[in-house]
């Protein structure tokens, strides 16, 4: 899939890596990294605003660990919905 004329003239924000990250970022990042051997690239690049980065994984996290529908049917479900909508990951 090509990129379209729009997402050709927008800038791109860089993924910050660990050594780029204040301490509150690195802990997450290691957190992920413990727990799955990767931070999610969405992840590092939400990291440039790290008060929502925060927000977000609390949010991630309690859709996701909580509840009763197991793991990996809502990873499922979450690559579904990207899928339908052509996300690109």
Do not use: W
Not at 2 to 14: D, I, N, Q, S, W
Not at 22 to 28: D, K, L, V, W
């Amino acid at each position: 899939m090509g990129r379209g004329p729009l997402e050709e003239t927008m800038g791109r924000l860089p993924k910050l890596e660990r050594d780029q990250v204040g301490p509150e970022i690195q802990a997450i990042y290691d957190t992920y990294l413990k727990e799955r051997g990767n931070v999610p690239n969405a992840f590092k690049t939400f990291a440039h605003i790290p008060a929502y980065l925060t927000t977000m994984i609390a949010h991630y996290r309690a859709v996701m660990f909580t509840g009763e529908i197991p793991f990996k049917h809502k990873e499922l479900l979450f690559l579904h919905v990207s899928r339908l909508n052509a996300c690109r990951y």
